[in-house]
């Protein structure tokens, strides 16, 4: 079930594109308070909020890939595969 013909999260696309975006320039922020030698604990609140929007982002897709893959697949004869790989999936994005 990997490469789906049309992807669950295209009506999502833009919003996570935008969502990638923002991190990508807190990540960058967070770059440049480590060479500017800014205050530890400042820094660590600044991880804290890219790991909580990747967690947001991660959760759309997760929310989209149920919704469209997960539903389309279950509707065939691959019930079992799909919810294993789903379970899967869980697994390794709450860790």
């Given amino acids: 079930m990997k490469s789906e013909v049309s992807c669950s999260y295209c009506e999502s696309k833009e919003d996570l594109k935008k969502r990638l975006k923002k991190i990508e320039g807190q990540i960058k922020g967070i770059q440049k308070m480590v060479e500017n030698e800014k205050y530890c604990v400042d820094i660590l609140i600044q991880i804290a909020a890219v790991r909580a929007a990747l967690d947001r982002v991660g959760l759309i897709l997760l929310k989209d890939h149920t919704k469209g893959c997960v539903v389309r697949a279950i509707n065939t004869e691959r019930q079992e ?15």
């Fill in 81 to 95: 595969e799909v919810i294993e790989e789903l379970i899967r999936v869980i697994s390794h994005f709450i860790k």
